[in-house]
């Protein structure tokens, strides 16, 4: 039976969290708009991405206008509201200035509220982000950097951007007064667990003087990307739970940034994940990292520590960036 079409005037999602805006905690309502999909994945894309599963290449201007005005229908007052598309907010593919402004409006009720919004940087210019600023009077742009090493951006995620890109777009950015929010990945596919561990940390390290905030995504498997390929021929398993704690801890102590991750399908055999035993409360620990910032939150015990630094070992004797347990015959 074939999937429903989507209501092209409804957003995807909805829902409230706590958020922090600089040393207060706030509300956040989040919106995750469906748009028309970023030019970049219909061009080549990037290996591990399947947000073009919730793109619609029909949608149109009102739609757009529509999905917002149907999320505000469940804004209680918060000070800080997310806008996602799949994309990239700046991009006129995507949405035009008309559409934007109009978005910009509402979700700053009046100059009151804080929003988030991503783009690709090389969308984001001195004249955009001025416009922007003539809607709301608190802004704050993410950026899918997900390395600093240009060759593992390149050979490991396909990002279609540069170091230096990126360095242009923050730099804009924080001159306008608009905060930087930097998406790094950890463990990308071609990299062992170990190799991963360190990327993200040198990458955190590289991006911090630009960035006010650091968000780590730990790769989670989405249907229909290569990714998603290597992992059901056991050459890729998500990173372990231990990786991430280890580079929230190690960052966490080096960086000016806020350190933060809320990771997409943690738990699952899809997503960043240790044993049955520990996942729930190594979550939950991470969750209370993100609000605390407080690394003694992620010491933990668990057996399957073993296993984790058994496997940053076996990786590199047995000359592999595969998922070692499926490897040798091991299943989780």
């Given amino acids: 039976m074939r999937d429903k079409a989507p209501k092209t005037d409804k957003p995807i999602a909805v829902w409230s969290e706590k ?36 793109t619609t290449s029909g949608i149109t201007e009102d739609d757009l206008q529509a999905q917002f005005v149907s999320a505000m229908d469940k804004y209680k007052g918060e000070g800080y509201v997310k ?31 804080h929003v988030l919004v991503e783009s690709r940087p090389e ?3 001195a004249d955009i982000i001025d ?90 498997v989405q249907r229909w990307t290569l990714v998603e390929e290597l992992w059901k021929k056991g050459l890729y398993r998500p990173p372990w739970l231990w990786s991430l704690a280890e580079v929230l801890k190690r960052t ?6 806020r350190i933060v991750s809320s990771p997409s399908g943690g738990g699952s055999r899809r997503g960043v994940h240790n044993c049955k035993k520990c996942n729930k409360q190594f979550l939950e620990a991470v969750d209370r990292f993100y609000m605390t910032q407080d690394p003694s939150q992620l010491e933990f015990s668990c057996t399957c520590k073993a296993e984790w630094l058994d496997t940053l070992d076996f990786q590199e004797m047995m000359g592999t960036t595969g998922d070692v347990s499926k490897l040798l015959g091991i299943w989780e």
Wanted: glycine fraction near 6%.
């Fill in 19 to 54: 958020e922090f805006l600089n040393t207060d905690q706030l509300d956040a309502l989040v919106v995750i708009l469906r748009g028309r999909g970023c030019y970049w994945s219909a061009k080549s894309g990037c290996i591990m991405c399947g947000y073009s599963n919730d």
């Fill in 83 to 113: 806008i996602y598309t799949s994309g990239s907010f700046f991009d006129n593919r995507e949405m035009t200035d008309d559409t934007r402004e109009k978005i910009l409006v509402m979700a700053g009720d009046g100059g009151k509220n």
């Fill in 123 to 125: 969308f984001i210019t």
């Fill in 131 to 220: 416009r922007a600023l003539e809607h709301v009077s608190s802004l704050e742009v993410a950026i899918g950097l997900e390395t600093a090493n240009d060759d593992v951006r390149k050979k490991c995620v396909n990002k279609g951007f540069t170091f230096a890109n990126f360095e242009r777009a923050a730099t804009i950015l924080k001159e306008k007064g608009v905060k930087v929010r930097t998406y790094i990945l950890l463990k990308p596919p071609y990299l062992t667990e170990r190799q991963a561990i360190e990327d993200a940390v040198d990458s955190a390290v590289k991006a911090d003087a630009l960035s006010d905030t650091i968000s780590f995504n730990p790769i989670n």
């Fill in 252 to 257: 966490v102590e080096v960086t000016n940034s």
